[in-house]
Structures are given as structure tokens and as C-alpha cells.
């Protein structure tokens, strides 16, 4: 018969052991939707950069570059917060099918 493990039986699990230890991971691995960036409507005004909370935006030198889709969680503040409605939220299986074709 299945019987369920104390606690200090059970092996431990993640352990986070020095901090930005995540950037040596492709925590954008799970990502359901991707953000599209549209440049032609980009305005470089950077809006989406001050408001992405896992750094995933590129700038330098005032210009914002493609999003790091190895970090991107695919949140969607971004494309909420463009004002230029410049980014738009795709499903990541959408545009892995078109990948494929
Ligand atoms: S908020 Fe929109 S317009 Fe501004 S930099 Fe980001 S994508 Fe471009
Ligand atoms: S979807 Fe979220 S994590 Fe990805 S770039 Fe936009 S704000 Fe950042």
C-alpha cells in the first residue's frame, strides 16, 4: 500500500544559491505568449523597458533592441503599457508552427 512520506523524508528540492543565479538559466523556456515587436510603430520612447519586470528588453543607446526570449515569461506588460500599441501578444505554438513550415 502507498503511504505518503514525512516531510524530512522528502529529497530537497530547488535551492536558489547566490542571487541572479537565474540568469544562467533559459527561464523563458515556459512561455505561452510572445510578445511581437512591430518597429515600424516603435517609437523608442522605452515605456516597455522601465515597466518589464524580468529586464527582457535590450536598450542600448536609447534604442530598444529585439526582446531576450531567453528571459521573456511572455507577462504581456509590455504590450500593455506600449502607448504606440507597438507590441502584440502571439501565442508561442502559433509561431513555432510557422517555424516549422
Ligand atoms: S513601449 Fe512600445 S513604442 Fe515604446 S519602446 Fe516599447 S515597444 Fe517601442
Ligand atoms: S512579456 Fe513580460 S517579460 Fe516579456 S518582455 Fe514583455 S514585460 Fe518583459
Same mark, same amino acid.
Given at each position: 500500500?502507498?503511504?505518503? &512520506? %514525512?516531510?524530512?523524508?522528502?529529497?530537497?528540492? /530547488?535551492?536558489?544559491?547566490?542571487?541572479?543565479? /537565474?540568469?544562467?538559466?533559459?527561464?523563458? /523556456?515556459?512561455?505561452?505568449?510572445?510578445?511581437?515587436?512591430?518597429?515600424?510603430?516603435?517609437?523608442?520612447?522605452?515605456?516597455?523597458?522601465?515597466?518589464?519586470?524580468?529586464? /527582457?528588453?535590450?536598450?542600448?543607446?536609447?534604442?530598444?533592441?529585439?526582446?531576450?526570449?531567453?528571459?521573456? %515569461?511572455?507577462?504581456?506588460?509590455?504590450?500593455?503599457?506600449?502607448?504606440?500599441?507597438?507590441?502584440?501578444?502571439?501565442?508561442?505554438?502559433?509561431?513555432?508552427? &510557422?517555424?516549422?513550415?
Amino acid at each position: 500500500m502507498y503511504q505518503l &512520506k %514525512k516531510w524530512f523524508e522528502i529529497p530537497i528540492g /530547488s535551492i536558489v544559491s547566490e542571487a541572479g543565479s /537565474s540568469m544562467m538559466n533559459n527561464t523563458g /523556456s515556459w512561455r505561452m505568449l510572445r510578445p511581437v515587436l512591430n518597429t515600424e510603430k516603435c517609437t523608442n520612447c522605452l515605456i516597455c523597458w522601465i515597466f518589464c519586470p524580468d529586464d /527582457s528588453i535590450p536598450v542600448n543607446r536609447e534604442q530598444r533592441f529585439e526582446t531576450d526570449f531567453q528571459y521573456c %515569461k511572455g507577462c504581456g506588460i509590455c504590450a500593455v503599457e506600449c502607448p504606440y500599441d507597438a507590441l502584440e501578444m502571439v501565442p508561442e505554438m502559433e509561431i513555432k508552427l &510557422k517555424e516549422l513550415e
